[in-house]
Each structure stands twice: as structure tokens, then as C-alpha cells.
């Protein structure tokens, strides 16, 4: 007995062992870092690029030369042969990709490394365009992924057409005069009507916030003494007792527009009239721009307020932000902090794209698959636990960017706290396409029903058929991401959906005028073979193909949105009808729509695709229509055309020149440069619609955008928006600039130039150094100097005065403590870098030009 009992617990000794082998492998992938290197462009001639990864082991035991495979994201397709034959590449869907080890793969012992080269399909611009997320998975443990450790680059030196070089930075930037601050409009946006009328309003413990509780304005006046009080480390006095003769009061004017105010700064008050709180609410925001930028450092006692008589109102009453959380997740905190900015320049719309492909960022108790699926991402070949990684999110859950959600209290709080801002919070729930994460989970919530024996209730939500043998690949390479709109079950998702969002606005108490739902970049041949749309159309005659699919779902959608007292809103595609000219697809407006008051947001006017009037075509038509111009408002593109600079660049290249040369209703004026950042070819412009004065009564406002893909933490979000998000806003509230609608070339180009110095001089004088302690700081982007040899010497600039152009001549980067740049630096054996930095000290890309 006592033998069998040793026998036993020898056994269980050993399962548990095995157990134990099987959950931590013997190698540590942590232990392996990657370093990408971009090798040559336009390999072998074509357009194309040579890339290597190298990979070592940093650990102290040796990583095997088989027993794994190892997985990737790229947002390029990428060749399968590697061509340095050690490794095989294979797509597995979306972003996703894997690296088997061949037979020449050789074991990396500690402290050595493997190069494994391959072929991208495009030429490498940026640091956007490498492979990341690298992970792990055992072949005896297929369902864990182990991320590897420190990922790296190369940098990379390219020579293409468009680059932007520190000389040419150089050249863009001569032009840009310091215009002394006294000379500088006090209050952004630039405003109406503004004059300073000489003297000082001395903000200080002594003044008074006058207000009664029945007050008007008492909401924006207790949101006054919050944001205002810790500047002067004390609070305002309520009364005029005491002797205080200063006072600060909004008055209520029947006189002025809904969003209009007039702000009256004298040495013994400060006066805001409006007649809505939002009036009351963006007077306040002007006084905050017209208080000093040093004041937001570190309280004072005593802050010097320019007197001043403002009159102001917007251009646009739709002036709106749009974040996608669904590619990669922003915590909450992040969220209030971007609803702070926005606040600040007068924005009045944040557009929230909740869902995506890569993730469900909403929860809907009603559904909690939603999140408990399709809000993480993980290694996985099946999804029915999780997403599998995206955009470098790595094999392991536990992330901090493809994992994560918002709870039903947290997006409450946040409904609540942009309503406070006087700003709308816009959902988007991205249908049909782009609707993975929303498949997945459904398809998870199918499987444990049908475990449960609860067919029916199975089947209720299900977004995909089955038996579906369509075969299709959509932009982002997604072959399974596309909601089955033949379904039935498909609306009784998007009304189980439409209520559960309703409730949260309802519970907020926050108003909600309209849903998104979409409507972007369906492909082609999606549907085709669905057993559901063959039944459909077998009785429904109007259905003839499935590009009437469209107008049935969107129809449909319509309707459910209505009978919840909104309006539909969604991208272009839902407003367009899909037809033909000369072969070839052609879309026009919807006819059919148009009575229903639909919102399209049009981002597609790419220059040189044929859809540069698009916007304007359904202006003309009668759309009311919200311009998200790719050419000038997407943030996540990259600023110019350089290595070191993150970002997209397919649709352009965005500084922040091109949001404030924007001109709504005529922007091919101010069109110069085409995607690659090289001189436009205008005949691209013959033929195109114009706007109409009709259509300019349906411009409903603007939308600045930044989709997720590349936006991997809230430092990126704040580099890729900030300062670019102060050139929209100028666009979207003050009146339309003169240099706008000046017929002659000349003198609109000169009135320009003024305007963009004057423009610079404010944001980098006054606005930048605001944003460094506003609402703790923010990581806005500084711009690397421009840097030219002349004369044997070198010369340096900057695109906003203000900042601090410092440089080194012993082959370091600069830091803060580096020589101040004030006059030409000689050229030394060792080169030279620039830097500029903030007033804070974070300092900008380095300048390193070539030496002679």
C-alpha cells in the first residue's frame, strides 16, 4: 500500500511538474531584443524595400533554433521568402503576421544574434513603416504568446523625392519675423472684433466673483473661480465687502447669438455678456488665453490682465475632434485631459470612434461580449477569447493599448464632464465594415449559448453567417470583418446597441442629437456567396445586387435611430450611391436619403484620386455635411516627409500650415503639394465641383481627426494633436481670413504670409508655453530647427519664436543645459546638432545637417 502511495505521488509530483514546464517555458522571451533595420529602398529596382530584423539573446540560456514561431504586426504586406532564407514570413489576417524558423535557423547563444532579412511591398518613409509587437509562441504551448523584450531601430538615411531636410526646414522657416508680443491679438482663436484700450486689470485675492445661486451663469461662474483661483493660490472674495472694488460678472444680453459673448476688460472689472451658458462659457475661455502663458507655472499673487474689448462669435457651429480608441485604447484620464484642450480653443464636438476592427471600447451590459471579448487583445489563431494582437500590441493581454474599455460609469463621467465644457460627446459605432471586434464577440456569445442549448437566443445577435463563402480583403487586409447586413439578427444588434447608448446619455443627463454608425470602406465582393442575402434578395425585387445591400442597411439603420428622436450621422460612403461611368465605379449622392437629413462626414478629398470635389458634391446636393478634409485635418499623418518623424502619410503630410491654410468652402485655392509632400499638378481641379452658396449653407462645421493605428500612448496623442489642433481651431471659430477669399494671387499670398507669422508668433509666444502647465501639461510636439551652411558657417531657425534653439559641437545630442544658439556656429570636426526646446526644457528632434 505504501508503495502505490509513493507510486501515486511521484505521478502527481510529475504532472505537476509538466504542468508547471508547460506554462513557463525553459527560455525567457523577454531575454530577446529586436532591432528592425530599414536596408535599401526601391530593392531590385521595384518600388519596394530591404528590411532586416536582428535578433539577440540577452539571457543566460541559449534560444533554440526550433520549437516556435514568432509573431508581428506590420501595416505592410510583406513577402513570404526572406531573403536571407533562415525564416519564413506568412500573412495570417489584418496587421498580423508570423516568422517560422527554417532548417539553416541557427540557436542564438547568450549574448549573440540572427539577421533575418525580408522584403516589404513599399519603400520605407518613416519610423511608422517597421514591423513591432514582437512575441513568442511554443509550438507545445499554441495558445500563449510570450512578448520578447526592448524593440529597437536603425537609423535610416533615405534618399526619395520629397524629403524634408533640415535646410529646407531652414528655408520654409526665413520668413517667419519675431513679431514683438505687444503687437500680438491677446486672445485666441483670433476673435471678431478685438481692441485693447489701454491699462491693467490686476487679478488678485481682492476681487470679487459676484452671483446669487438662482444666477444664470452660476454654473460658468463656479467653473471661473476653479480654473482661475489656484493662479492666485486664493480664493475670490463672493461680496464687496472689505473695501473690494474689482469684480469679475457675466450678464445676461438677449442681444448676442447662442455661442457669441463679448468680453470687457477694464482696470476696475472684467465684464462677459452672453445669453446661453455657452456664451458665458467661451467668454471665459478668452479671459483664460488672455491671462498671461507664465501665470499657469506656479500661482502668483498678483496676475496683469491686458485691458481689452472683445466681440466675438464662431464661423462654424459644429467644431469638432475626433479620437478612434478602438485601434489602440486611451485611458480615461487621458480622455478628460483632451476634453480640456478642447475646451480651451473653443471646440464644441468630440467625436468618439468607439469600435473598430482591433477593439469594442464601450461596455453594453446587454451585450458584455462586446468587451469581454472584443475590447482585449492577446495571442490567438481562433479569437474566441480575445482579439489577437494589433498594431504592436504584443502576444499578452495585459496591455495598456489593445486591451482596455470604458465602463459604463466611466463613459457617464466622461458625458458628464465634456457636457460641463459645453461639449457634445458624438458616438460612433463603426458598421458594417470595420466591425471585427463586434463579429468575434458575437460569434463568442453564439458558442456559449449553443453550449447552454439556447439556440435561439444563440442566433439573436449574430453578425456573420457561417456558411457565408464570401471572399474579400478590406483595406487593413481584414478578411472577416464585415457585418452580414442580410441578417435579421444584424438589427437586432444595432438596436440593442442604440438603446444601451441611449441609457448612458439618459443617466448623464446630457442631451444626444445623433449616433455614427459608420459606413467606411467596405470592399469589394463582400456578401456575394452569403446564404442571407440570397434569401433576401429572393424577396425583396428591389434588391438587384449587393451594392443594395447599402441603402437596405443604412435604411434600416435609419429607421432606428429615428424612433429614438436622433439623426443618423456617418462617413461619405453612407450618403453615396454606388453606380457606374464609362466602366468604371462612380459614386453620386444618394437621392434617396436626402429628405432624411443624414450628417455625412467627408474625409475623402486625397489629391489626385479623383474624389477631390467630393465633399462639396454633397454639400451642392443638400447634405449637410461635416468636412474632415484627409489633406489638411487627419493628426495622425505625419508632419513632413522625414525619418524621424511618426505618423501615416497615404492620404498627405500635415503640419500645421495645413490646417490653418484651410479654406472651407474653397479648398483647391490653397491645395499646393500633392500626398508626397511635392508640387501639385492643379489640372486634377478641371472639371471639379465648386460650392455653391446653397452648398455653403450645408457646410455644417469642421472635424480635426486622429485614427489610432500609430498612437501607442497618451505622450504620442498629445505630440500628434498638439500644436496642430491650434491651427484647426483658428479655422473652425474665427471668420473667414482675407487672404481667403482674395481673388488676386498676389496680394492673397501676401496677406497670408502676414497672417501665418502673426499666427506662429501667437501660438509659439503665448499658446505653447500655456500648454506646458495647462491641465498638468501637455506633450505638445516641438519642431526640429531648420539648419543651412552658409558661408562655411552654420545658421539656425525655428518655426515658432519663442522657442530655444540650442547645439553641440562635440558630436552629443543637445540637451537644456547646451549652448544657447544666438548667432552662426563654425563648422567643427565633429559636426554640429540643433535642437529647440520649450520652456519646460523637452526638447525637439535633432538637427544634424551633412558636413562638407
Not at 473653443?346 to 475590447?375: C, Q, Y
Not at 454608425?517 to 434578395?537: I, M, N, Q, R
Request: charged residues 25%.
Amino acid at each position: 500500500m505504501r508503495y502505490y502511495l509513493i507510486v501515486i505521488l511521484m505521478a502527481v509530483a510529475f504532472v505537476k511538474v509538466a504542468a508547471k514546464t508547460m506554462e513557463e517555458p525553459q527560455f525567457n522571451a523577454h531575454d530577446l531584443s529586436i532591432v528592425w533595420e530599414p536596408v535599401q529602398n526601391d530593392y531590385k529596382n521595384h518600388q519596394q524595400s530591404l528590411n532586416a530584423i536582428t535578433i539577440t539573446n540577452n539571457g543566460k540560456k541559449t534560444f533554440p533554433a526550433s520549437g516556435w514561431k514568432m509573431y508581428f504586426n506590420s501595416a505592410r504586406l510583406i513577402v513570404p521568402a526572406t531573403v536571407s532564407g533562415n525564416a519564413k514570413i506568412d500573412f495570417v489576417n489584418g496587421d498580423l503576421f508570423s516568422l517560422t524558423p527554417t532548417s539553416t535557423f541557427t540557436e542564438i547563444k547568450p549574448g549573440q544574434s540572427v539577421r533575418v532579412e525580408f522584403i516589404d511591398d513599399e519603400p520605407v518613409v518613416n519610423i511608422t513603416d517597421g514591423p513591432e509587437g514582437f512575441y513568442v509562441v511554443w509550438d507545445n504551448q499554441p495558445d500563449k504568446g510570450y512578448n520578447t523584450g526592448m524593440f529597437t531601430l536603425k537609423p535610416f538615411k533615405p534618399n526619395y523625392a520629397g524629403l524634408v531636410t533640415p535646410a529646407i526646414i531652414y528655408d520654409q522657416n526665413k520668413n517667419i519675423q519675431d513679431v514683438p508680443e505687444t503687437q500680438l491679438t491677446k486672445v485666441f482663436p483670433t476673435p471678431v472684433s478685438y481692441k485693447e484700450t489701454g491699462g491693467v486689470f490686476n487679478l488678485n485675492k481682492d476681487v470679487a466673483v459676484i452671483f446669487s445661486p438662482e444666477d444664470k451663469f452660476a454654473k460658468e461662474l463656479e467653473l471661473l473661480k476653479s480654473t482661475i483661483e489656484p493662479l492666485i493660490g486664493s480664493k475670490f472674495k463672493t461680496d464687496l465687502k472689505g473695501g473690494s472694488v474689482k469684480m469679475i460678472n457675466i450678464l445676461y444680453d438677449g442681444r448676442l447669438d447662442s455661442e457669441a459673448y463679448r468680453l470687457t476688460v477694464n482696470p476696475g472689472n472684467i465684464t462677459i455678456l452672453a445669453s446661453t451658458g455657452a456664451g458665458a462659457f467661451y467668454g471665459i475661455q478668452s479671459l483664460k488665453t488672455l491671462i498671461p502663458a507664465s501665470a499657469w507655472a506656479h500661482p502668483q499673487k498678483e496676475i496683469e490682465i491686458t485691458c481689452v474689448d472683445v466681440k466675438d462669435a464662431p464661423r462654424f457651429p459644429y467644431r469638432a475632434f475626433m479620437i478612434d480608441v478602438g485601434r489602440n485604447f486611451q485611458p480615461k484620464s487621458e480622455i478628460l485631459k483632451v476634453l480640456d484642450v478642447m475646451a480651451l480653443y473653443k471646440l464644441n464636438v468630440f467625436h468618439m470612434h468607439l469600435t473598430d476592427d482591433e477593439g469594442w471600447r464601450i461596455e453594453i451590459p446587454s451585450l458584455p461580449e462586446l468587451t469581454d471579448v472584443g475590447a482585449k487583445r492577446g495571442h490567438t489563431l481562433d479569437a474566441k477569447h480575445n482579439l489577437p494582437p494589433s498594431h504592436g500590441s504584443g502576444g499578452e493581454i495585459e496591455n495598456k493599448t489593445g486591451t482596455g474599455f470604458y465602463t459604463r460609469a466611466d463613459f457617464i463621467e466622461i458625458l458628464k464632464y465634456a457636457d460641463k465644457l459645453h461639449i457634445q460627446v458624438v458616438p460612433e459605432i463603426e458598421s458594417p465594415g470595420h466591425a471585427r471586434s463586434a463579429i468575434k464577440a458575437m460569434n463568442a456569445r453564439y458558442n456559449r449559448l449553443m453550449a447552454e442549448g439556447k439556440k435561439e437566443d444563440a442566433e439573436r445577435y449574430l453578425l456573420y453567417d457561417p456558411n457565408d463563402q464570401s471572399q474579400y480583403s478590406s483595406n487593413q487586409y481584414w478578411t472577416d470583418n464585415i457585418m452580414d447586413v442580410s441578417l435579421p439578427s444584424t438589427y437586432n444588434f444595432v438596436e440593442t446597441v442604440i438603446n444601451d447608448v441611449v441609457g448612458m446619455y439618459k443617466d448623464a443627463n446630457v442631451p444626444l442629437k445623433t449616433i455614427n454608425f459608420g459606413g467606411d470602406e467596405v470592399p469589394a465582393h463582400v456578401w456575394e456567396k452569403s446564404p442571407a442575402y440570397l434569401a433576401l434578395k429572393a424577396t425583396h425585387p428591389e434588391i438587384k445586387n449587393t451594392g443594395d445591400l447599402w441603402y437596405y442597411f443604412y435604411g434600416r439603420v435609419n429607421q432606428l435611430v429615428k424612433a429614438k428622436g436622433l439623426y443618423l450621422s456617418g462617413w461619405e460612403e453612407m450618403t453615396l450611391r454606388k453606380t457606374a461611368l464609362d466602366g468604371q465605379p462612380f459614386y453620386v449622392p444618394n437621392p434617396d436619403f436626402m429628405p432624411e437629413h443624414l450628417q455625412a462626414e467627408v474625409w475623402n478629398n486625397s489629391l489626385g484620386d479623383g474624389n477631390e470635389d467630393l465633399a462639396y458634391k454633397l454639400a451642392n446636393a443638400g447634405y449637410k455635411t461635416v468636412l474632415t478634409c484627409v489633406t489638411n485635418l487627419y493628426f495622425d499623418m505625419a508632419h513632413y516627409k522625414s525619418f524621424d518623424e511618426p505618423g501615416y502619410y497615404w492620404g498627405a503630410f500635415v503640419d500645421i500650415d495645413k490646417p490653418f491654410s484651410f479654406i472651407p468652402f474653397d479648398y483647391f485655392k490653397n491645395s499646393t503639394v500633392d500626398r508626397n509632400g511635392l508640387p501639385i499638378n492643379r489640372n486634377i481641379f478641371i472639371g471639379k465641383q465648386r460650392l455653391t452658396d446653397y452648398g455653403k449653407t450645408n457646410i455644417y462645421g469642421l472635424q480635426s481627426a486622429v485614427w489610432g493605428e500609430n498612437i501607442k500612448s497618451t505622450q504620442r496623442l498629445e505630440y500628434m494633436l498638439l500644436p496642430r489642433l491650434l491651427g484647426f481651431a483658428e479655422r473652425a471659430w474665427s471668420q473667414d481670413p482675407d487672404w481667403a477669399t482674395e481673388k488676386n494671387t498676389a496680394k492673397s499670398d501676401s496677406l497670408y504670409q502676414i497672417a501665418w507669422v502673426k499666427f506662429l508668433n501667437v501660438v509659439g509666444k503665448r499658446e505653447l508655453p500655456r500648454l506646458s502647465y495647462y491641465a498638468d501639461g501637455y506633450n505638445y510636439r516641438v519642431p526640429k530647427p531648420g539648419v543651412v551652411l552658409q558661408d562655411g558657417k552654420y545658421l539656425a531657425n525655428e518655426q515658432f519664436p519663442g522657442l530655444t534653439i540650442r547645439y553641440t559641437t562635440d558630436g552629443k545630442d543637445p540637451d537644456a543645459k547646451s549652448k544657447i544658439y544666438n548667432d552662426a556656429v563654425t563648422i567643427t570636426s565633429n559636426g554640429v546638432k540643433f535642437r529647440a526646446f520649450d520652456n519646460k526644457g523637452r526638447g525637439s528632434n535633432v538637427s544634424e545637417p551633412v558636413t562638407p
